[in-house]
């Protein structure tokens, strides 16, 4: 707040400007030090100025040298005895050039500067002179100045004195001056007469006065005591300076003053809370407070309603504007929506200082009035530059909000909004840190419940961190383990590999190798290596882990056994044995089924096995020669099924004829894998045997079904050592792999000009070793997943995730392939999709292998990943898997022909297999994920139409920990 004497200052100020500027007579103050003066507009007019024409000119220029006035090296100095007044006559130019002679009174305002007041005649009567200018200034006198007798009736009206109140001089004189005191103030106006009675001066008494219309006005009175010659009190001399400008001079500064209160308290309240609502609700309490509103609300958006709700209110008693939805949902059309509507689409304040004439207003006219509103204002609220709110404050004054006022919101909206933005900022912040400590956290963890051991360690071989399980393979402690070497884990004569292996990765990038990792009591388990490069502040290091292969070796040299055990068994077999892939190229006939068909090299039979179309004649035992597709390993092939089937063999070229029982079928492992056996026998001795014994028919058949169950045993044993093989072939996954990575590695490094340049044939040809490679790899990848999945070495791992961030994760790496084929690639997520707990990275290996599938068969058009979630499912078994993720992909390709619908998940299928194929792969990808789908207790189906496209639809419960 301002002080009274500072305001008293500025008060007094104010009004002798006014007083000069505005002063009937013509005035000057002349600075004589400095040669320069002011002078009011009745000066200039008198001289032919206008008041902007003088502003650059000098004392000197305007006033003529003469007898009292000369010029001197520092300024203008004015002659005279020395007095604080004195009577001249000086001289002018005005502006036309003409001299004009005019009488001046000259008073002292203080060492440098004097007020001349110019008059038409110069003080040659010094009593007449003063009598004429003090009727002159009372008379021009902005002010009131009335004379009263001690009985308080008015003897001296000025022209001030009707302009201010309205009344002529003629209603006024010899009339009570009471009739210019409100009633209130009557008693107050009493006493000070009875001040000035007692010859006591009254200086700028604050009151009120009455005007003629009512008007009631602020005034200051100076009232002074007229004596006569002898010193008694005859009168009462009364100023009335009106005061209704200063007061709101006054009413406006304590405005400005409370509202800057109000922007302080603001800022204050941004600096300390931290919390955004807290912010909006101690912003309101404080407008209300300090600001002098009658009422603050803030609100805020609401993305998926479309609309601004209150989110902090002070002084709304009623709760009446906790109710208040505001829809913003078309900001193309602002002038529809209501006022907070439009200051949120357009961000320009919006301000009615009259309620009751604001169009904006109607709708809530009578609501606002009954409450006392009469203004308001709203202000928008952004966040990272975007209205994201509205700031709202009401007035029970109307015209409340003028320029100052609204600039004064309008930056608090600015000081809000930017605390806005800092708020979100450290909530980032925070959230990034948290998110920083739990990947921390999440690290350690994965760190600790590795199985193996984990080390990371730099070029000199400094250990900086491992694993607790690390200590407790080794058996030593932590401080042990830091002053060791990592060479120092391992047999001397397994140092040189290792040493070349660690050199490798630091120039390479990553190497690995088997070797026995020996204990600190002498033990050695055999362990698999692996080392990787990592840059950490500039500077490289070694991570990588150690797996117990014990098992893996233990389990290799059991497989190689019976892999052995399962070649004696088919080689020594006494009868003859055919083993066919349905859909490959494996075709095995066994050491017996190639002596009884005639071969005596039996290496020439098994290198002629694929000709015995050209080498052989089937015929039935009528004599009906057998077309090749309906030969017995044909048949057993397509699947069907033969038992005894009798034929007649014969070479081509030779008149001998053989008569052979075939017996046949698939053999399904590996979930839906098949093979087809098929068991052969020479029976021409036993049929020469039927037509001449006739009566060992039963003993003849005995031996048939012995010698058919030895078979099926035979096919047993023989389906369990495939299993073998299949289980082999899913623990080998490591070792099939990492020669082809190191290929495409160092191809790689060759191709980059690592190892120095190549011409372009080269980089030609080790391009497509590349490519080759990875193919390869790929093909391997795949069958060794199917060969988990189907010796059930692959193991589920449930884990809660969000099932949406984790299908948007398998389109954003399948994007830029549908790019390249200029396919549009779309997502359609249902709004209850959250979250899951399943193996997360088997789902996203089924809808990569389904997405990249639907982009292979599409030349146009689109690809589509639907996915949505179907409570209390139940499947077509009857299982109740509670809540279920449906998810379908669409594509607009080649389709599927009915007749390639029921192999379409066979492993190594292709609807467009054969020699003309035009799309790539391995056939295993449907296969795989219909068996992962299974695995995940789901469900995988498709629905397609030749030449228009497919639709393969996934079921996976939501909760895979329940089902297990």
């Known amino acids: 707040m301002l002080s009274e004497e500072v305001l008293d200052q500025n008060e007094k100020d104010v009004r002798d400007r006014s007083c000069f500027e505005h002063a009937s007579d013509s005035m000057l103050i002349v600075n004589t030090k400095h040669n320069r003066f002011e002078?009011?507009?009745?000066?200039?007019?008198?001289?032919?100025?206008?008041?902007?024409?003088?502003?650059?000119?000098?004392?000197?220029?305007?006033?003529?040298?003469?007898?009292?006035?000369?010029?001197?090296?520092?300024?203008?100095?004015?002659?005279?005895?020395?007095?604080?007044?004195?009577?001249?006559?000086?001289?002018f130019r005005c502006k036309d050039q003409s001299v004009l002679p005019l009488g001046v009174r000259l008073i002292r305002v203080d060492a440098e500067q004097w007020l001349v007041i110019v008059t038409e005649a110069p003080c040659s009567d010094e009593n007449a002179f003063r009598a004429r200018q003090l009727a002159a200034i009372v008379e021009s006198s902005q002010d009131a100045i009335i004379g009263l007798d001690l009985k308080g009736e008015v003897t001296c009206w000025n022209t001030g004195a009707e302009l201010m109140f309205g009344y002529a001089a003629q209603e006024m004189m010899g009339t009570p001056v009471l009739r210019l005191v409100p009633v209130d103030r009557q008693k107050e106006h009493v006493s000070l007469m009875e001040r000035i009675r007692e010859g006591l001066k009254v200086d700028h008494f604050i009151t009120l006065r009455q005007a003629k219309d009512h008007r009631l006005l602020d005034v200051s009175l100076t009232l002074s005591p007229i004596k006569d010659d002898e010193g008694h009190v005859v009168g009462v001399s009364e100023t009335v300076r009106e005061m209704t400008l200063l007061k709101e001079h006054e009413r406006e500064i304590e405005r400005l003053l409370r509202l800057y209160a109000a922007l302080s308290q603001v800022n204050q309240a941004i600096v300390w809370v931290r919390d955004k609502k807290a912010l909006f609700e101690k912003v309101c309490q404080v407008l209300i407070e300090y600001g002098g509103f009658q009422m603050a609300w803030i609100s805020w958006y609401d993305s998926q309603a479309h609309a601004l709700f209150p989110v902090a209110v002070s002084g709304d008693k009623s709760s009446y504007i906790w109710d208040i939805r505001i829809d913003v949902k078309d900001c193309n059309y602002p002038e529809t929506l209501s006022p907070s509507g439009t200051v949120f689409c357009t961000g320009v304040p919006y301000v009615a200082n009259s309620i009751g004439e604001d169009p904006g207003a109607l709708a809530w006219l009578a609501e606002l009035e009954t409450r006392g509103y009469r203004a308001f204002s709203i202000f928008p609220i952004r966040m990272n530059g975007q209205v994201q709110g509205t700031l709202s404050v009401f007035s029970d004054e109307t015209g409340f909000f003028r320029d100052k006022e609204i600039d004064l919101l309008k930056e608090a909206a600015s000081d809000l909004s930017f605390a806005v933005d800092n708020l979100e900022l450290e909530k980032t912040r925070q959230q990034a840190e948290l998110a920083a400590q739990s990947e921390r956290q999440f690290s350690d963890t994965m760190i600790e419940s590795m199985p193996g051991i984990l080390y990371f360690y730099d070029e000199?071989?400094?250990?900086?961190?491992?694993?607790?399980?690390?200590?407790?393979?080794?058996?030593?402690?932590?401080?042990?383990?830091?002053?060791?070497?990592?060479?120092?884990?391992?047999?001397?004569?397994?140092?040189?590999?290792?040493?070349?292996?660690?050199?490798?990765?630091?120039?390479?990038?990553?190497?690995?190798?088997?070797?026995?990792?020996?204990?600190?009591?002498?033990?050695?388990?055999?362990?698999?290596?692996?080392?990787?490069?990592?840059?950490?502040?500039?500077?490289?290091?070694?991570?990588?882990?150690?797996?117990?292969?014990?098992?893996?070796?233990?389990?290799?040299?059991?497989?190689?056994?019976?892999?052995?055990?399962?070649?004696?068994?088919?080689?020594?077999?006494?009868?003859?044995?055919v083993i066919a892939d349905p859909e490959g190229d494996l075709l095995l006939w066994n050491p017996e089924s190639l002596r009884l068909l005639g071969f005596s090299d039996l290496e020439e039979g098994r290198r002629r096995q694929n000709e015995f179309a050209d080498i052989f004649e089937l015929r039935t035992l009528d004599g009906v020669k057998l077309a090749l597709n309906e030969w017995p390993l044909a048949r057993v092939r397509r699947g069907e099924s033969i038992q005894d089937l009798q034929l007649s063999v014969r070479r081509i070229g030779s008149a001998e004829e053989r008569i052979m029982s075939y017996t046949g079928s698939h053999v399904t492992y590996w979930g839906n894998k098949a093979l087809a056996f098929m068991t052969l026998q020479d029976i021409t001795l036993r049929k020469r045997a039927e037509t001449a014994l006739r009566g060992d028919r039963d003993d003849l058949e005995r031996q048939v079904a012995a010698r058919t169950a030895d078979l099926q045993a035979a096919l047993v044993r023989a389906e369990a050592a495939d299993k073998l093989k299949s289980a082999f072939l899913a623990t080998m996954s490591h070792e099939l792999r990492t020669p082809l990575n190191s290929i495409i590695g160092f191809t790689g490094l060759l191709l980059q000009g690592m190892a120095g340049p190549m011409n372009a044939e080269q980089s030609k040809q080790l391009g497509m070793v590349q490519t080759s490679s990875?193919?390869?790899?790929?093909?391997?990848?795949?069958?060794?997943?199917?060969?988990?999945?189907?010796?059930?070495?692959?193991?589920?791992?449930?884990?809660?995730?969000?099932?949406?961030?984790?299908?948007?994760?398998?389109?954003?790496?399948?994007?830029?392939?549908?790019?390249?084929?200029?396919?549009?690639?779309?997502?359609?997520?249902?709004?209850?999709?959250?979250?899951?707990?399943?193996?997360?990275?088997?789902?996203?290996?089924?809808?990569?292998?389904?997405?990249?599938?639907?982009?292979?068969?599409?030349?146009?058009?689109?690809?589509?990943?639907?996915?949505?979630?179907?409570?209390?499912?139940?499947?077509?078994?009857?299982?109740?898997?509670?809540?279920?993720?449906?998810?379908?992909?669409?594509?607009?390709?080649?389709?599927?022909?009915?007749?390639?619908?029921?192999?379409?998940?066979?492993?190594?299928?292709?609807?467009?297999?054969?020699?003309?194929?035009?799309?790539?792969?391995?056939g295993l990808g449907l296969a795989i994920s219909r068996k992962l789908a299974r695995l995940l207790k789901g469900e995988m189906s498709v629905r397609s139409e030749w030449s228009k496209g497919s639709e393969f639809t996934v079921l996976l419960p939501m909760r895979l920990d329940i089902l297990e």
């Open 39 to 91: 002078a009011n507009s009745s000066f200039a007019r008198r001289l032919g100025y206008l008041s902007g024409d003088l502003a650059r000119m000098r004392a000197s220029d305007l006033i003529i040298e003469g007898k009292e006035v000369g010029s001197g090296q520092a300024g203008l100095i004015i002659d005279g005895a020395g007095d604080d007044e004195a009577c001249s006559r000086w001289q």
């Open 460 to 577: 000199r071989g400094q250990f900086l961190r491992w694993n607790k399980n690390f200590e407790v393979v080794s058996g030593y402690s932590a401080e042990e383990i830091r002053q060791m070497h990592p060479l120092d884990f391992f047999m001397d004569k397994d140092k040189p590999s290792l040493e070349k292996r660690i050199e490798e990765v630091f120039k390479t990038g990553e190497a690995c190798i088997e070797a026995s990792f020996r204990s600190k009591d002498g033990s050695l388990t055999p362990y698999f290596f692996t080392g990787r490069r990592v840059i950490l502040n500039d500077r490289p290091f070694l991570v990588g882990v150690g797996i117990d292969v014990s098992e893996r070796i233990k389990t290799e040299l059991e497989v190689h056994k019976m892999q052995g055990r399962l070649e004696a068994v088919v080689e020594n077999l006494s009868e003859g044995l």
């Open 774 to 922: 990875r193919h390869l790899l790929e093909l391997i990848n795949d069958v060794l997943d199917i060969s988990k999945i189907e010796a059930d070495q692959l193991e589920i791992r449930p884990e809660p995730f969000d099932i949406q961030a984790a299908l948007n994760h398998v389109m954003d790496g399948i994007r830029p392939m549908a790019e390249k084929k200029g396919l549009i690639l779309k997502a359609h997520f249902s709004s209850n999709l959250g979250e899951m707990i399943s193996d997360r990275r088997r789902i996203e290996q089924i809808f990569i292998n389904l997405l990249n599938n639907a982009i292979k068969f599409t030349e146009s058009g689109h690809v589509i990943l639907e996915a949505g979630v179907m409570n209390n499912f139940r499947m077509p078994s009857g299982t109740v898997l509670g809540s279920v993720l449906q998810a379908c992909v669409i594509d607009t390709g080649i389709g599927i022909k009915p007749e390639d619908l029921a192999c379409l998940f066979q492993p190594f299928h292709q609807i467009d297999g054969g020699i003309s194929r035009q799309h790539e792969g391995t």
